[in-house]
């Protein structure tokens, strides 16, 4: 048959994969660990909560007040620029610094100079609880001895008084040590005052409320008032201290402005001295007004010679065709500028008797007889206007030679000027220089001599910007001790503690408590839970048997085959089997469930290994009580014991000191010659061997034992082998190996839980031969504990008493 072919679907990459869901808090995990842990976190909590309401009961009252700071005092503006004070609102940081300096040990200083509490007796030696004063006398006697050491040490370490250096008294050694050394009382006293006090801002203003407290009321109100008015002197003295400083040092700086210029003004002197630099009121040297006044007066006169040359070619033009020019001219002459009357008159009188006779000829014509006497006149007048303008031109003339000499003799001077200017303008830099040095210093003397005298003026002024709010009253009622908060407090430190302590243990718990620990962590099966039996009492002590041992045989025998089994009956030993003494326990049915696990098998007569994850006695136990049960309703059951280093089984029944099964694979006699009978019972037991047996390979005892189970089936209904643990001897697994099943024991609340999920994960052979796990010496009651609710697990507390129920009826 074909295979079906199908769609091709395209593998889903790594970043198209879905992510892993986050980590959630089980809740319910979280509420079982509490209610197991809850004595963990309460009883620090009772008791500590205890030790809190003891002390605070046991604490003598304190009566706490306050007095009141505003620390931006808003004053008159004019005192405001008289004392140089700031309105502007006050950071948290300056706040913060009046805090500090409230708690500083200067302030404290004057505020024991102010009230004298140092020679006050009841500051000194306030009252104290009955609980302090036996922690303290505890811790003192505690202590002394490591006291007294150290008094010996430091006697033994100090060397000697060496003499006096010569010139110094003692008088003065004692004086210098007294400044040195601080009196304790005082130190008490101000160690007293800084621990009592407490600043703390008001809301979100500018004031603070300092607050003291002490078992006096007089005294918590004295100390807050002194605090009040030692903060608003301190205030005003370091003002005033701080202007003083600054002042003294202007005074300083201003001496030294002062000095520097006048030598900086004196400098500026000598060099215009030395240079011949001469100066004028308006603040420059007297060679640059020269130069200034002779580039004006040079302008000038070029203007006025521009002038002169104008004039000049005036007159040329007018000159220039001479007296028949003017006679023979048809148009009217025009001179401009300045001219003289005379010349006015002329030039009006020769331009009218023009304009008349170029009238008369247009009108008339040239043959009027009045052309001729109009002609006549025309050259009269013609004759006298040129000898005028000749007079005038050369006066043209005569005053352009004037302006051009001035004009020559100025730009000589200008000339001398400007290279005896230049010469000196290095001279003139440096005297500029040296000016300005002295006029800045003589600048900054001046603010500085005006900031003083106001600085000055503010050093005794008697305002702060500190003013006391409130004083503090006497209290009438006690503030502490605050029993119930203290009591609270204590409390809440306890259940802390505790929930600390309850977090650690439960970060230790990593054992196996429920069957969720196996069945979630590995692919085994859970069976149950063996809880502790109590004890039964053995009717007589168990009998050694009345027999010798089998011969030996020698060492170079053969081995291949196993002697020829005795046919006597094996000896008996009494040794009660708990598990029979209480048929309807847990135990028992638990271990019901195993023989209903191993019977699922489909063998009618399995051979089932009792093992566990690591050494314990347990084991044995639950093998020798197994094999109890299993011997309900069949003729025998074999038990072997096949722990050759431990032999818990083989001491447990005291035939430790019997052949068995290490002596059996030596090939010292047949093990049916070597087995016990249990007393009462169809239980037949093989112990482990003698210890003096020879020697007993772990592999060999194996290949033997399973021979030795192969045998027992035609005779025993059922076989359980006692094996050593899988943890840490390899002998377990040998024998585990050529066993068709087996079960494992774990010690409850002592097995790591990482055994289980490890044990045999890198061996799927046996993994599969495993019956699945039970747990031994199991605290039935703690184990609810553990528990979530749902689980199955719950209903054994129900199963105990409907066992006890069905025990009663039966005995009715």
Same mark, same amino acid.
């Given at each position: 048959?074909?295979?079906?072919?199908?769609?091709?679907?395209?593998v889903t990459t790594y970043s198209e994969a879905p992510a892993a869901p986050p980590p959630a808090i089980d809740l319910r995990r979280l509420t079982v660990a509490m209610r197991r842990q809850r004595r963990t976190m309460l009883l620090p909590a009772v008791l500590l909560g205890a030790l809190g309401?003891?002390? !605070?009961?046991?604490?003598?009252?304190?009566?706490?007040?306050?007095?009141?700071?505003?620390?931006?005092?808003?004053?008159?503006?004019?005192?405001?620029?008289?004392?140089?004070?700031?309105?502007?609102?006050?950071? +948290?940081?300056?706040?913060?610094? #009046? *805090?500090?300096?409230?708690?500083?040990?200067?302030?404290?200083? $004057?505020?024991?100079?102010?009230? %004298?509490?140092?020679?006050?007796?009841?500051?000194?030696?306030?009252?104290?609880?009955?609980?302090?004063?036996?922690?303290?006398?505890?811790?003192?006697?505690? /202590?002394?001895?490591?006291?007294?050491?150290?008094?010996?040490?430091?006697?033994?370490?100090?060397? #000697?008084?060496?003499?006096?250096?010569?010139?110094? +008294?003692?008088?003065?050694?004692?004086?210098?040590?007294?400044?040195?050394?601080?009196?304790?009382?005082?130190?008490?006293?101000?160690?007293?005052?800084?621990?009592?006090?407490?600043?703390?801002?008001?809301?979100?203003?500018?004031?603070?409320?300092? @607050?003291?407290?002490?078992?006096?009321?007089?005294?918590?109100?004295?100390?807050?008032?002194?605090?009040? $008015?030692?903060?608003?002197?301190?205030?005003?003295?370091?003002?005033?201290?701080?202007?003083?400083?600054?002042? #003294?040092?202007?005074?300083?700086?201003?001496?030294?402005?002062?000095?520097?210029?006048?030598?900086?003004?004196?400098?500026?002197?000598?060099?215009?001295?030395?240079?011949?630099?001469?100066e004028f009121s308006s603040g420059g040297l007297l060679t640059e007004q020269a130069l200034n006044e002779l580039n004006s007066s040079l302008t000038t006169v070029l203007t006025e010679a521009a002038r002169a040359q104008a004039v000049l070619n005036t007159y040329d033009r007018a000159v220039a065709?001479?007296?028949? %020019?003017?006679?023979?001219?048809?148009?009217?002459? !025009?001179?401009?500028?300045?001219?003289?009357?005379?010349?006015?008159?002329?030039?009006?009188?020769?331009?009218?008797?023009?304009? *008349?006779?170029?009238?008369?000829?247009?009108?008339?014509?040239?043959?009027?007889?009045?052309?001729?006497?109009?002609?006549?006149?025309?050259?009269?007048?013609?004759?006298?206007?040129?000898?005028?303008?000749?007079? *005038?031109? #050369?006066?043209?003339?005569?005053?352009?030679?004037?302006?051009?000499?001035?004009?020559?003799?100025?730009?000589?001077?200008?000339?001398?000027?400007?290279?005896?200017? +230049?010469?000196?303008?290095?001279?003139?830099?440096?005297?500029?220089?040296?000016?300005?040095?002295?006029?800045?210093?003589?600048?900054?003397?001046?603010?500085?001599?005006?900031?003083?005298?106001?600085?000055?003026?503010?050093?005794?002024?008697?305002?702060?910007?500190?003013?006391?709010?409130?004083?503090?009253?006497?209290?009438? @009622?006690?503030?502490?001790?605050?029993?119930?908060?203290?009591?609270?407090?204590?409390?809440?430190? =306890?259940?802390?503690?505790?929930?600390?302590?309850?977090?650690?243990?439960?970060?230790?718990?990593?054992?196996?408590?429920?069957?969720?620990?196996?069945?979630?962590?590995? =692919?085994?099966?859970?069976?149950?839970?063996?809880?502790?039996?109590?004890?039964?009492?053995?009717?007589?002590?168990?009998?050694?048997?009345?027999?010798?041992?089998?011969?030996?045989?020698?060492?170079?025998?053969?081995?291949?085959?196993?002697?020829?089994?005795?046919?006597?009956?094996?000896?008996?030993?009494?040794?009660?089997?708990?598990?029979?003494?209480?048929?309807?326990?847990?135990?028992?049915?638990?271990?019901?469930?195993?023989?209903?696990?191993?019977?699922?098998?489909?063998?009618?007569?399995?051979?089932?290994?009792? @093992?566990?994850?690591?050494?314990?006695?347990?084991?044995?136990?639950?093998?020798?009580?197994?094999?109890?049960?299993?011997?309900?309703?069949?003729?025998?059951?074999?038990?072997?014991?096949a722990d050759s280093r431990a032999r818990t089984l083989s001491r447990m029944l005291g035939i430790d000191r019997e052949p068995g099964l290490t002596d059996a694979a030596a090939g010292r006699g047949h093990w049916h010659e070597m087995l016990f009978v249990v007393a009462d019972t169809n239980l037949?037991?093989?112990?482990?061997?003698?210890?003096?047996?020879?020697?007993? $390979?772990?592999?060999? /005892?194996?290949?033997?034992?399973?021979?030795?189970?192969?045998?027992?089936?035609?005779?025993? =209904?059922?076989?359980?082998?006692?094996?050593?643990?899988?943890?840490?001897?390899?002998?377990?697994?040998?024998?585990?190996?050529?066993?068709?099943?087996?079960?494992?024991?774990?010690?409850?609340?002592?097995?790591?839980?990482?055994?289980?999920?490890?044990?045999?994960?890198?061996?799927?052979?046996?993994?599969?031969?495993?019956?699945?796990?039970?747990?031994?010496?199991?605290?039935?009651?703690?184990?609810?504990?553990?528990?979530?609710?749902?689980?199955?697990?719950?209903?054994?507390?129900?199963?105990?008493?409907?066992?006890?129920?069905?025990?009663?009826?039966?005995?009715?």
């Amino acid at each position: 048959m074909g295979r079906e072919l199908k769609p091709f679907k395209e593998v889903t990459t790594y970043s198209e994969a879905p992510a892993a869901p986050p980590p959630a808090i089980d809740l319910r995990r979280l509420t079982v660990a509490m209610r197991r842990q809850r004595r963990t976190m309460l009883l620090p909590a009772v008791l500590l909560g205890a030790l809190g309401l003891a002390y !605070a009961a046991a604490k003598p009252e304190t009566f706490s007040t306050s007095s009141s700071l505003l620390l931006d005092s808003n004053v008159n503006r004019a005192v405001q620029q008289a004392g140089g004070i700031s309105t502007v609102a006050l950071p +948290s940081e300056r706040i913060e610094n #009046a *805090r500090v300096v409230l708690e500083s040990e200067k302030l404290a200083n $004057d505020v024991l100079e102010r009230t %004298g509490l140092q020679a006050n007796p009841s500051f000194m030696n306030p009252p104290r609880s009955a609980f302090s004063s036996a922690i303290g006398q505890t811790i003192a006697t505690v /202590t002394q001895p490591i006291s007294w050491t150290i008094e010996r040490l430091t006697a033994l370490l100090t060397p #000697a008084e060496v003499g006096l250096p010569a010139g110094t +008294s003692e008088a003065a050694l004692a004086g210098d040590l007294s400044a040195a050394v601080v009196d304790p009382e005082r130190r008490l006293a101000l160690a007293r005052l800084r621990t009592g006090i407490r600043v703390a801002r008001v809301g979100q203003s500018s004031s603070v409320a300092v @607050t003291y407290a002490s078992h006096d009321p007089v005294i918590a109100a004295q100390v807050a008032n002194a605090y009040a $008015d030692a903060y608003v002197e301190d205030i005003l003295t370091s003002n005033a201290d701080s202007v003083g400083q600054t002042n #003294a040092w202007m005074r300083t700086r201003m001496d030294e402005l002062r000095m520097q210029a006048q030598e900086a003004a004196d400098a500026a002197e000598r060099f215009a001295a030395e240079n011949r630099l001469v100066e004028f009121s308006s603040g420059g040297l007297l060679t640059e007004q020269a130069l200034n006044e002779l580039n004006s007066s040079l302008t000038t006169v070029l203007t006025e010679a521009a002038r002169a040359q104008a004039v000049l070619n005036t007159y040329d033009r007018a000159v220039a065709g001479g007296l028949e %020019g003017l006679t023979n001219s048809n148009s009217a002459l !025009a001179i401009g500028g300045d001219v003289s009357e005379e010349l006015r008159a002329r030039l009006d009188s020769y331009n009218d008797v023009q304009t *008349r006779l170029q009238r008369l000829l247009n009108s008339s014509g040239p043959n009027h007889p009045q052309v001729a006497g109009l002609q006549q006149t025309l050259a009269t007048t013609a004759e006298r206007l040129f000898v005028e303008l000749q007079a *005038r031109r #050369a006066e043209a003339q005569s005053t352009l030679d004037v302006a051009n000499a001035r004009v020559e003799a100025l730009q000589q001077s200008v000339e001398q000027a400007s290279e005896q200017n +230049s010469a000196q303008a290095a001279n003139f830099v440096r005297l500029r220089a040296l000016q300005e040095e002295a006029a800045t210093l003589s600048q900054i003397y001046q603010q500085t001599l005006a900031r003083s005298q106001e600085i000055e003026q503010q050093q005794s002024f008697p305002v702060a910007n500190v003013r006391i709010l409130s004083y503090a009253p006497v209290p009438n @009622t006690p503030s502490g001790p605050a029993v119930l908060r203290t009591a609270l407090a204590a409390t809440l430190l =306890g259940l802390f503690f505790g929930m600390a302590i309850a977090a650690w243990r439960e970060w230790r718990e990593r054992s196996l408590r429920t069957a969720a620990d196996v069945t979630e962590r590995s =692919g085994l099966r859970f069976l149950g839970h063996l809880p502790v039996l109590p004890p039964v009492r053995k009717s007589r002590a168990a009998a050694k048997p009345l027999r010798d041992p089998p011969p030996l045989q020698s060492p170079g025998g053969p081995r291949e085959t196993l002697p020829v089994p005795s046919k006597l009956r094996p000896p008996e030993i009494q040794a009660p089997v708990p598990v029979l003494h209480y048929p309807d326990s847990v135990y028992a049915e638990t271990l019901r469930h195993v023989r209903l696990a191993a019977e699922e098998t489909g063998r009618a007569r399995p051979v089932t290994g009792v @093992t566990s994850f690591h050494p314990f006695e347990g084991r044995s136990s639950v093998a020798f009580n197994l094999a109890g049960q299993l011997g309900i309703g069949l003729d025998s059951v074999l038990l072997i014991d096949a722990d050759s280093r431990a032999r818990t089984l083989s001491r447990m029944l005291g035939i430790d000191r019997e052949p068995g099964l290490t002596d059996a694979a030596a090939g010292r006699g047949h093990w049916h010659e070597m087995l016990f009978v249990v007393a009462d019972t169809n239980l037949v037991v093989l112990p482990c061997g003698l210890e003096q047996g020879g020697p007993s $390979d772990d592999l060999l /005892t194996g290949r033997v034992l399973s021979q030795i189970a192969a045998e027992a089936c035609e005779d025993f =209904g059922r076989v359980i082998v006692d094996v050593p643990p899988l943890y840490p001897v390899a002998q377990g697994r040998a024998i585990l190996h050529d066993l068709p099943q087996f079960l494992i024991v774990g010690e409850w609340g002592r097995t790591p839980r990482s055994m289980a999920e490890t044990a045999l994960e890198e061996d799927p052979r046996l993994e599969a031969r495993c019956l699945g796990v039970v747990y031994d010496r199991v605290n039935l009651r703690k184990l609810k504990s553990f528990l979530l609710p749902g689980e199955m697990e719950n209903y054994l507390s129900d199963a105990k008493s409907y066992l006890s129920m069905k025990r009663r009826s039966a005995r009715g």
